[in-house]
Nanobody, 113 residues
Framework: QVQLVESGGGLVQPGGSLRLSCAAS????????MGWYRQAPGKQRELVAA?????STNYADSVKGRFTISRGVNTVYLQMNNLKPEDTAVYYC?????????WGQGTQVTVSS
């Protein structure tokens, strides 16, 4: 009932910036949390940044001060600054609604010189 589509990934040099977007559609009526996760090859999927149900934000320690999560109408953004090679991963938009957990298809972010 909920669809999430990410965009904005790509190849960027260390120290560069990218802005990811997630467009949500469908039966969105009671959100518990929404945000961004990432998964690098051989690693577990990890939380990057998220909004709680009351609008506060949570960030992974590794991205604090560099990444900023924001939102518009049915849209979630992730501004990524001062990117590092270790940020290379597939980034997934996530929405939690009641007992359901929705994921986007993922967008590749590669940080390399």
């Amino acid at each position: 009932q909920v669809q999430l589509v990410e965009s904005g990934g790509g190849l960027v040099q260390p120290g560069g910036s990218l802005r990811l977007s997630c467009a949500a559609s469908g039966a969105i009526f009671s959100i518990n949390a929404m945000g961004w996760y990432r998964q690098a090859p051989g690693k577990q999927r990890e939380l990057v940044a998220a909004f709680t149900s009351v609008g506060s934000t949570n960030y992974a320690d590794s991205v604090k001060g560099r990444f900023t999560i924001s939102r518009g109408v049915n849209t979630v953004y992730l501004q990524m600054n001062n990117l590092k090679p270790e940020d290379t991963a597939v980034y997934y938009c996530n929405l939690k609604q009641r007992q359901y957990n929705y994921w986007g298809q993922g967008t590749q972010v590669t940080v390399s010189s």
